[in-house]
């Protein structure tokens, strides 16, 4: 008889991808599903990144690299802080992984003790807690409301601080509400932070997608305290549309650097060689296709938010960033009959024919998060087909 390990019998089974299975077998049966579940931009990646990989694979770069990534990679992305961020770093303070969710992975496994806790927001990245219990560590959470745009409050954030606290998870522009902090905001979580010496894990992959006249801060930019005590986690997958590609880096204190350095050296080698290459285009390279594909996002955001609004009983914030809306679905599922949110988006899926996640995944068992990162003329047809669903079923 095989017995699992301890560690990934506690792992919570992903909504995400239930939903998705289930799309995927009405699809295979020949229903027209519409799926609204991606978690990646609908463009190819940018041909001149193609074209730097196809070269780099003909000139026979295809051998093992530095586990921490090229050097030549830590250059562009030291750049690229500098020219985005005003940030400074030295190659020692950076670590290029396997895309930012295996650079997540390596950060709590080098940092986290068996009862060490990280404090979690609500609504949160799937796989934030998964991957703090993975490495014994004990996820906290402080619940963010819509009222306050989903975003922690600096006094949250000091009450639900321990003597086991390690670190706080920033994620703005946040997935899956789409909100970002001020420049107020995090200077008030930054003191906090200093106050109880507890370090930040800022998630700014989306800092790309941003709509409005709203901006992203660096929570890093604040203060030199902010910056050394802040691991900056990013990558080109949502900004360069290079989700399947698998690059992503931290930037952040050396000792933590070498540390996950290390660990990445017995568990993956090196980034995937090709891939290196590409993003070092993708830094280096033009940036048009990047703002290109923000205002499509944008152009689709305005288009189908009042749509979404107009839904009886969808409640939603207008995001500021990422390509995601979180409407709260609560009244809806209530008033055409059934007991949870999460019986209603399987309804969604198996009578309107439309996927949806449902915000359980997320801890926020009230909603349900819809991607925008496909064509306008298929979001108008699945916010139709909700809209006819909640309509028709509607109990007063």
Excluded at 197 to 222: F, M, N, Q, R, W
Aim: aromatic fraction near 8%.
């Amino acid at each position: 008889m095989i017995n699992l390990a301890n560690r990934v019998q506690t792992l919570t089974p992903s909504t995400t991808l239930a939903i998705t299975a289930k799309a995927n077998e009405l699809k295979a049966q020949g229903v027209d599903v519409i799926g609204l579940g991606a978690g990646e931009p609908d463009y190819n990646t940018p041909a001149n990144i193609l074209d730097a990989a196809y070269q780099s694979m003909k000139e026979g770069k295809t051998k093992y690299t530095p586990a921490g990534g090229l050097p030549a990679l830590k250059k562009a992305i030291i750049e690229k802080l500098q020219r985005d961020q005003g940030l400074n770093y030295q190659p020692s303070e950076v670590m290029v992984g396997i895309g930012a969710k295996h650079v997540l992975y390596t950060l709590f496994q080098v940092l986290l003790n068996e009862g060490d806790e990280v404090i979690i927001p609500i609504p949160y990245w799937v796989s934030y807690p998964e991957q703090v219990k993975l490495a014994q560590g004990v996820p906290v959470y402080i619940e963010a409301t819509a009222s306050q745009e989903y975003k922690v409050t600096p006094q949250q954030l000091r009450e639900a601080v321990t003597d086991r606290t390690k670190a706080v998870i920033i994620n703005s522009p946040s997935n899956p509400t789409g909100m970002i902090y001020s420049k107020e905001e995090l200077e008030a979580l930054a003191e906090v932070c200093r106050e109880s010496d507890i370090l930040i894990v800022s998630d700014e992959i989306y800092e790309k997608l941003i709509y409005g006249d709203v901006e992203h801060t660096s929570i890093a930019t604040l203060s030199d305290d902010a910056k050394n005590r802040t691991i900056v986690i990013n990558g080109v997958s949502k900004s360069h549309s290079m989700t399947g590609w698998r690059i992503g880096y931290a930037a952040g204190d050396a000792k933590l650097i070498k540390a996950m350095t290390d660990l990445a050296s017995h568990s993956t080698s090196n980034p995937t060689t090709t891939s290196q290459y590409a993003a070092i285009e993708a830094y280096n390279g033009p940036q048009d296709t990047v703002e290109e594909m923000r205002q499509a996002f944008e152009g689709r955001l305005n288009e189908i938010f009042p749509k979404l609004q107009a839904i009886p009983g969808f409640t939603v914030l207008r995001p500021q960033g990422a390509f995601y809306l979180l409407p709260d679905v609560s009244e809806a599922a209530a008033k055409t009959g059934y007991a949870s949110v999460d019986d209603f988006a399987t309804a969604l899926l198996t009578e309107a024919n439309v996927a949806v996640i449902p915000g359980s995944g997320f801890g926020a068992h009230s909603t349900i998060r819809l991607s925008y990162a496909t064509s306008l003329e298929i979001l108008t047809e699945a916010v139709e087909r909700i809209h006819q669903f909640v309509t028709s079923k509607w109990k007063d």
